[in-house]
Each structure stands twice: as structure tokens, then as C-alpha cells.
């Protein structure tokens, strides 16, 4: 697990930055590492599984529909004055769809993970940059 300071708020300012094998099994190990910061970080139960929500959505999103290598990345920030944990994962783009066309996926299966991102955040977005994109999502926490 790599550690970095950031210039943020006085107390806020750690990020943490993991790794996510290019496997279906390694969103998993990667929200399991994720829960272990969040509780170190001591947020409430409802604040760390909104947070825990979205960052499943969102490797899960890397996993299935992006190019390796990705990493998340977990940082405590301020919005509006408000304590929020921001979410971001980056990944080197999306990947060549070699599935069934999306007409044909059960939506009760698959297609709302960006739904609960948006509905868990008080910000989410996308940032595209020279050869990645960047998905991110700001959770409020107190």
C-alpha cells in the first residue's frame, strides 16, 4: 500500500493509493484493503458502506469495462466545508467491447453501478486524460 501526503485541509491529507489486478476476484481484495482504511479513518457504519458502495461500483466498472493496468485511490477531502472520502479510479481507458451488445444484457444483472455512484456522492465525474480516464466520486462522511 503506498502512502502520500497531499496538499489538503490541516488532518485530511493522506492519500492512499491501491493497485487493482486486472480480475474480477481482485475487486474483492481491493474493497476488503479499502474497508481496513476507512475503519482506521473511523467513520460512521453508514458513511464507510456508502463509501465501500461506490468503491466497488467503480473498480467493478475498471474490471469489466476498461484497460489495465487501474488504481484506486482513497483521500479525505472537504466539500463545501463538509468531511467526504474521494474515490478515484484511474484506468488506461475503455476496452474493446468483445461481449454481447448492451441491448441484450439483463438490466437486472448489469448497468447500474453508475447509477449508485451518482446517487451515493454529493460529486462524481470524469476526468480524461492523455492515454487514461479517471472516474471519480466524492462521498460525504460528517
Known amino acids: 500500500m503506498t502512502v502520500a501526503q497531499l496538499n489538503a485541509a490541516p488532518g485530511e491529507g493522506v492519500e492512499y493509493v491501491l493497485p487493482l489486478p486486472h480480475a ?31 468503491i466497488q461500483e467503480l473498480l467493478t466498472n475498471a474490471v469489466v469495462h476498461a484497460l489495465p493496468p487501474a488504481t484506486l485511490r482513497l483521500s479525505r477531502v472537504l466539500v463545501d466545508g ?51 480516464t479517471s472516474r471519480w466520486a466524492e462521498v460525504l462522511v460528517g
Open 82 to 132: 463538509y468531511r467526504a472520502i474521494r474515490v478515484e479510479v484511474t484506468d488506461m481507458g475503455p476496452a474493446a467491447s468483445a461481449g454481447p451488445p448492451v441491448s441484450t444484457i439483463d438490466p437486472d444483472e448489469h448497468g447500474r453501478g453508475l447509477c449508485i455512484v451518482t446517487a451515493l456522492s454529493v460529486r462524481c465525474g470524469v476526468a480524461v486524460h492523455s492515454g487514461s
Open 24 to 54: 474480477s476476484k481482485a475487486v474483492s481484495a481491493v474493497r476488503h484493503r479499502a474497508d481496513a482504511i476507512l475503519t482506521h479513518w473511523n467513520l460512521s457504519a453508514g458513511a464507510a458502506e456508502d463509501a465501500l458502495l461506490v
